[in-house]
């Protein structure tokens, strides 16, 4: 699909019904257009019969469903030319099952499974309104990692996945958000509302009861005169009986609207059960601070209370949580840092290192800088290569090899130049002291300062030990 997408080519489909029933129209490919066209048969040269089953619901339709390939009634491979051999077809077919077994496409409001992504199935995206997918990442330590997606267009037609958040982070403030709310104040002020509701549902449960007696009352009179009337009356007869079956079949529809409402009204709570609703504020933070608690059952306490959760990404994480019974909040997060970002060096590290450059090798500011108790992002001790790739990585970072030279340090090529000597007398008058050198790297590379006024010469007939050293 992506290749299509790029590429912006079409893809035809035989128009099935509808006013163009039987045209072939050119369409963008989707995703279920390349299922259809992956699991048939016939694009592999076979000839099949038998693939789908009808089957007759109780509402009088037809519902038509695949059957397993062992099922099928007829199956002739190579019946014609296709596009795959029917040995890559079967292989097509397997990948396509591993596939879906590991990267479910379900987006329903599934049941709660073992992963720790506690908001799976509860997610819904700010953007486009599809429920968000859960994706699964391994840190160090084998710890799995969730990540949510709304992905639903870039798994039909190749699109762009429309959001991702951390899954972490918000699993967090939400697990936080329902300790906060599970109080033993906001249990009480949940029953004081409960009984204000029971009292309004117990008048309006009696108000019923008065409309079906009032019903019952008027088709008993419809009854009466109905069975007073003079059989000779035909035309009075009729409209008396149309009378009574007009209250009766009103007498039946208050009477089932009233066990309706009857059904959906809320029983009062017992002592008991008021006990131990109550006792949620402290079971509730008890269980779910608990590290023995499995995922599967901190979802299912989650379900309980939470209906869905609207989550938006922009400068910041906005979710919108609609708990059962209609009340909502709503968090606002930190976008959290990036990978690269928690491993990122201190800028008093920085600073620091900036300042070593100007008097130290890389290998000597990491010594100075374990001494000085720093670590690096990720809790490591610094190295000398470490204190290197810091330098490369940072432009803001000049290596000390650049502040010699803009310091006006000399090579051993050009200050060999400037003296008349060769290079090997360079090395041989910096090991005795004649020159005076400044090291940039751990294994001995240096430069040398300018040898001023009065530079070293060479002096034949006196030892090298004897010279004095350059002031």
């Known amino acids: 699909m992506k290749v299509f997408r790029k590429n912006e080519l079409l893809f035809p489909r035989r128009v099935r019904k509808g006013p163009q029933k039987g045209e072939l129209i050119w369409e ?51 019946a014609h030319a296709g596009y795959v051999t029917w040995k890559q077809y079967q292989a097509n077919q397997q990948r396509l099952l591993e596939n879906a077994k590991a990267h479910g496409d379900d987006r329903r409001q599934s049941p709660p499974r073992e992963g720790p992504a506690l908001l799976q199935g509860l997610l819904l995206c700010g953007r ?49 958000l329902l300790v906060e709310m599970v109080t033993p104040l906001a249990l009480e002020v949940a ?16 108000l019923r009861k008065m409309q079906v007696e009032r019903a019952q009352y008027e ?135 900036d300042t070593l450059l100007e008097s130290h090798t890389p290998g000597r500011i990491a010594t100075i800088l ?24 940072h432009e803001a970072l000049k290596s000390r090899y650049e502040r010699l030279r803009n310091r006006g340090f000399l090579t051993q090529e050009e200050i060999a130049e400037r003296l008349g000597i060769t290079p090997d007398t360079v090395r041989t008058w910096a090991r005795h002291g004649l020159l005076r050198t400044h090291p940039y790297t751990d294994r001995g590379q240096c430069l040398y300062e300018p040898p001023g006024e009065h530079p070293p010469r060479k002096m034949q007939g006196h030892k090298l030990t004897d010279r004095s050293v350059l002031s």
């Open 28 to 78: 963008p490919l989707h995703h279920q257009r390349v299922l259809q066209v992956v699991h048939n048969p016939r694009y592999a040269g076979a000839f099949v019969w038998g693939r789908r089953k009808g089957r007759r619901l109780p509402n009088g339709h037809t519902a038509v469903e695949f059957v397993a390939p062992d099922e099928w009634i007829s199956l002739v491979p190579g």
């Open 128 to 176: 486009c309104g599809d429920r968000m997918n859960v994706r699964y990442s391994m840190h160090h330590g084998g710890q799995q990692v969730p990540t949510y997606l709304c992905d639903r267009d870039h798994t039909r037609v190749g699109a762009p996945t429309c959001q991702s958040l951390p899954g972490a982070s918000l699993d967090e403030a939400i697990g936080t």
């Open 370 to 393: 374990n001494q000085n108790g720093h670590r690096s992002g990720d809790g490591r001790l610094f190295t000398r290569k470490m204190v290197a790739d810091l330098v490369k990585d």
């Open 219 to 353: 088709a008993d009179l419809a009854r009466q005169r109905f069975m007073n009337v003079d059989p000779n009356h035909r035309l009075v007869a009729d409209g008396l009986e149309a009378d009574w079956n007009a209250k009766l079949r009103a007498l039946q529809d208050a009477q089932e609207r009233c066990d309706r409402e009857h059904a959906a009204d809320r029983a009062p709570l017992t002592a008991e059960q008021r006990a131990r609703v109550l006792a949620l504020a402290t079971d509730f933070p008890r269980l779910w601070r608990d590290p023995k608690t499995p995922p599967r059952e901190r979802k299912r306490m989650i379900r309980l209370l939470i209906e869905d959760v609207t989550v938006n990404r922009g400068d910041a994480i906005t979710a919108h949580v609609r708990f059962r019974g209609g009340s909502t909040r709503t968090l606002t997060l930190p976008i959290p840092l990036r990978a690269w970002e928690l491993k990122k060096t201190s800028s008093a590290v920085m600073t620091e290192v």
């Open 191 to 206: 029953l004081t509302v409960q009984d204000e509701i029971q009292s309004h549902l117990a008048e309006a449960s009696r």
